[in-house]
């Protein structure tokens, strides 16, 4: 009540209660009497809070004074008007004060309102120049990075060492006690000193380059000078050439060799340098004097260096002259492709072609016979190839028999055991020859000459065994470490096969040419004759029927040659088939025999055929006589005469044949036989002049 | 040297060969004067390879031929060019081959050393017999190593010796063509049989010369360039004459057969009777020698004829099986043994023969 009493106070309870419209006047009055009350100031003054609990307690007054005045209608009592009528006054009083409240509502309302955008607007302003002040940060930020990332031109720069830099830099530069803390200004000294060096350096540079100028001047000068020598020196050789001459001494043509041996390809150039520089060594060996014209090793080379120069090109050789050569190769090789075989054929040819020079070898022996060796160079195989002739001093007669002895074809077989000189010696050419159809170098070798491997080695060639490799490259060391022995064995070779000719000469017509110093080894007696000495095909000899064990125990190849030799005394013959290995006579012919008397006797049913066969074959030794027993194969046969006549003599005699026996004893014997095997005496004793048993 | 190497295997003969006392082992001596020794179980063996044929020790016992061999308990004496040397049997096998001593009969001044054909062991006393190319016989005391006695009586080289177990009785057969009985207690010649002389069996075209002999008890067998014969010693008269053409070089009485063998490629089984029982043929053009293995010690190496050269054997040349290859030859040329006749005959396991033989080229291998 209170509070009633409080809104009773106030200006507002004055006014009368009215219409509607009237309220509204009223209250625009109350607006200019509100500059007066300043409302607005009370509200300020006024708790909410209160003013709620106010409006609470009159809405509840104004409840309780309805439901009262619907009660006292209702029961319609008289006194109910005034009743009625005092309580509308009071409920009048009420909504007085509810008006009230509402305007005080409505300008709390409005004085929050504007508060909330005041305060708004503040916090937008101060958003705004946190926007600002994020912006400078990140622009700040950017610059500073980009200040971080700078690169200075100088860390390209190579500097020197910091110690050399202390070592060799003046203190003017170096300043060490201000730069030895400050790597900054101690970056800019060494960057100072760097300066400085080039400087110094740049200096140097063109005093070198006058240095330079000058002593081209000076070249230029000298080269004037020499060039003008070389007609004076010219002219001096002209007129010594008279004087050389006279003295045999062939220095000029020397040279000339050795300016067309510069147009070789390497291997053959290998191979003519070693074979010179052997024969001038021998010749110095064996003489004292200077190397003449009758060395026994003498080197040439053949072919036209014209051709060689176009060929082979040498470093000086311009690129015209080469590309002209390939033109016209092309231009023929155009013009004749009108078939695949001749095409193929070509290519064939072009493969096999070897180079237009060669070096021509000539072996002197000691009995002026000589083997002419011309070595050629096969340029697209990659291997050297050789043609071999002997000439002797003297006319020899052919033998028939001899035919194969000094054929350029065989003469030089297996000079090495096993090298036949038919195969290429190169892995690499098997597959060229594959892609030509060339089945096997040895169709070819007739033409070309054999590619023994000796050649290859003396030409400083060596190749793999295995995997074909393309390199191979003309090696001297090796050429000089084959050189000796392979000239050794080819004279050797030449002198057996000259010593064989001889030898077979004699035996064609039945004579077993036994020299002199192999006398001792035979009885001064021998009635055995030879009579007929022809050679035969390796086919033949394998189909002899007494032949089997050698075919058997391979000792039978196709590089042998094979003969058949007949020692006849009276009844009884003795056939012979030799094998002569290539290498004799340091591999020794062999023999197999076959005796027709009384039935037919080889080393399958007489043990003594067999032992006649093992002191050919196997104590051969004995027969070599003097070195390089080039007479073996005499003596082997005259043993063998020898042997037939020990054999018939010592054959038991049976006695119940009427008459003498067909071959009486002349040899003086120790004892007829020996041992299980009833052995012959077949051993001879030279001075004593009997024969014993092994 | 390939080639000479080749050519002298080619030429080699195996003149003589002797098992060793355990059975287990061969020694074989050829022309060159090696010895070889082959093992027999290792060869004869079924999983036996190529490289088990061959030697397991090759040694040069003397400079010339070694032409007869025979085994004591312990030692290996080789005899040939003049000298007997001893071996030790357990040194050979173990590889160290250094001869334990050597000596050599009193001969009479020669141009030649004569050769020893034929050594005989004579267990009873002790003591050896050498005989050969001074036509005499040596007994040599194997105690004490001395030559006790010599026994004169050949006119030509001797061949072969034999010996009679029962009476201590020697035969001896020679190139003069004849068959000597020797008692050796007086150290007398007792009988002499000149075979050539009995027209049944003297072959002129042959030669007079005994190459091989053989005795059991009162019977004598023995061939060379007469025909081989089967004597009775007391009545000193053929009973059998066996009709073969080749020179026979080795003979031996086995059980109720001979063997023989010689030129030809065939070792010979006859009947006493003078029946070809059976023919058993090799590789090797000609044989020297045969050698019984009869060491019950090692019943798997029981068979052997070892064969030379040639063709390595023909099996289907025989229509029975060839059961045992003996190869001598460094080049794996095969020895080929047959047995498959004796299974006929009821034997009832292998041939308890070493077969072996000569002329073989290919029988022992250069060192």
Known sequence: ?694 | MEVFQALQRLHMIIFSQNVSPCGKFLAAGNNYGQIAIFSLSAALSSEAKEESKKPMVTFQAHDGPVYSMVSTDRHLLSAGDGEVKAWLWAEILKKGCKELWRRQPPYRTSLEVPEINALLLVPKENSLILAGGDCQLHTMDLETGTFTRALWGHTDYIHCLALRERSPEVLSGGEDGAVRLWDLRTAKEVQTIEVYKHEECSRPHNGRWIGCLATDSDWMVCGGGPALTLWHLRSSTPTTIFPMRAPQKHVTFYQDLILSAGQGRCVNQWQLSGELKAQVPGSSPGLLSLSLNQQPAAPECKVGSARGSGDPGRPGCVDRSVTTLLPLGPDSRRQQLQGGCLYQSGLPSFLPVLLTSSNTPTSISGV
């Open chain 1, 1 to 694: 009540m209170s509070s009633e009493s409080s809104k009773k106070r106030k200006p507002k309870v004055i006014r009368s209660d009215g219409a509607p419209a009237e309220g509204k006047r009223n209250r625009s009055d109350t607006e200019q009497e509100g500059k007066y009350y300043s409302e607005e100031a009370e509200v300020d003054l006024r708790d909410p809070g209160r003013d709620y609990e106010l409006y609470k307690y009159t809405c509840q007054e104004l409840q309780r004074l309805m439901a009262e005045i619907q009660d006292l209608k209702s029961r319609g009592g008289k006194d109910a008007a005034v009743e009625i009528e005092d309580r509308r006054i009071q409920s009048c009083v009420h909504f007085m004060t509810l008006k009230k409240l509402n305007r005080l509502a409505h300008i709390r309302l409005k004085k929050g309102r504007d508060q909330t955008h005041e305060a708004k607007q503040k916090v937008d302003a101060y958003h705004l120049q946190l926007q600002n002040l994020l912006y400078e940060v990140m622009h700040l930020q950017k610059e500073i990075t980009k200040c971080l990332e700078f690169k200075s031109k100088h860390e390209e720069i190579d500097l020197v060492s910091l110690e050399e830099f202390y070592k060799e830099a003046p203190p003017d530069i170096s300043k060490a006690e201000v730069t030895m803390g400050d790597p900054h200004q101690q970056t800019l000294a060494r960057l100072d000193w760097e300066l400085e060096q080039r400087k110094r350096l740049a200096e140097k540079y063109r005093e070198c380059l006058s240095n330079k100028e000058k002593i081209l001047k000076e070249i230029e000068v000298k080269k004037e000078y020499l060039s003008s020598l070389q007609p004076r020196l010219n002219s001096i050789m002209q007129a010594s050439l008279p004087v050389q001459e006279y003295l045999f001494m062939p220095f000029d043509q020397a040279h000339k060799q050795y300016e067309t041996a510069r147009h070789l390809p390497p291997p053959l150039y290998v191979l003519f340098v070693q074979t010179t520089a052997y024969g001038q060594a021998c010749a110095h060996m064996k003489s004292s004097q200077p190397p003449r014209q009758d060395k026994t090793l003498s080197v040439a080379i053949e072919g036209s260096v014209d051709e060689a120069k176009a060929l082979f090109k040498p470093p000086e050789d311009s690129q015209d002259d080469e590309s002209d050569s390939d033109a016209e190769e092309e231009q023929t090789t155009k013009r004749r492709r009108p078939t695949l075989g001749v095409q193929l054929d070509d290519k064939r040819k072009e493969m096999l072609k070897r180079h237009p020079l060669s070096v021509m070898l000539d072996l002197k022996c000691k009995d002026d016979s000589v083997l002419h060796l011309t070595f050629y160079y096969l340029m697209n195989l990659n291997i050297m190839t050789v043609k071999a002739k002997v000439t002797t001093a003297t006319e020899l007669i052919t033998p028939i028999s001899a035919g194969d002895l000094l054929s350029p074809d065989s003469v030089l077989s297996c000079l090495y055991p096993g090298d036949h000189g038919k195969k290429t010696p190169n892995p690499a050419n098997q597959y060229q020859f594959d892609k030509v159809g060339i089945l096997t170098l040895r169709d070819y070798v007739l033409d070309l000459g054999h590619p023994y491997l000796w050649v290859q080695k003396l030409g400083g060639l060596h190749f793999p065994k295995e995997q074909p490799q393309h390199t191979v490259i003309a090696d001297h060391s090796l050429s000089a470490s084959h050189m000796e022995t392979t000239m050794k064995l080819l004279k050797t070779r030449v002198q057996s096969r000259l010593a064989l000719h001889k030898q077979f000469a004699s035996l064609e017509h039945g004579i077993v040419p036994v020299t002199s110093d192999c006398q001792y080894l035979f009885p001064a007696k021998v009635v055995s004759r030879l009579v007929k000495w022809v050679t035969i095909a390796h086919e033949d000899y394998t189909e002899l029927h007494f032949t089997k064990d050698i075919v058997e125990a391979g000792l039978a190849g196709d590089t042998n040659l094979y003969y058949m030799a007949l020692v006849e005394r009276g009844t009884a013959k003795l056939q012979a088939a030799v094998v002569l290995n290539p290498g004799y006579s340091s591999i020794p012919p062999i023999f197999q025999l076959c005796l027709n008397w009384k039935g037919e006797k080889t080393n399958n049913n007489d043990d003594n055929i067999r032992a006649m066969e093992s002191e050919v074959n196997v104590c051969y030794k004995e027969l070599c006589g003097p070195q390089p027993s080039h007479q073996l194969l005499t003596n082997q046969l005259q043993r063998l005469c020898v042997l037939l006549d020990v054999y018939l003599e010592t054959e038991s005699h049976d006695d119940s044949v009427e008459g003498p026996k067909e071959f009486p004893q002349e040899k003086m014997c120790l004892r007829l036989f020996r041992g299980p095997s009833r052995m012959k005496p077949f051993k001879y004793n030279h001075p004593q002049g009997f024969f014993s048993h092994r």
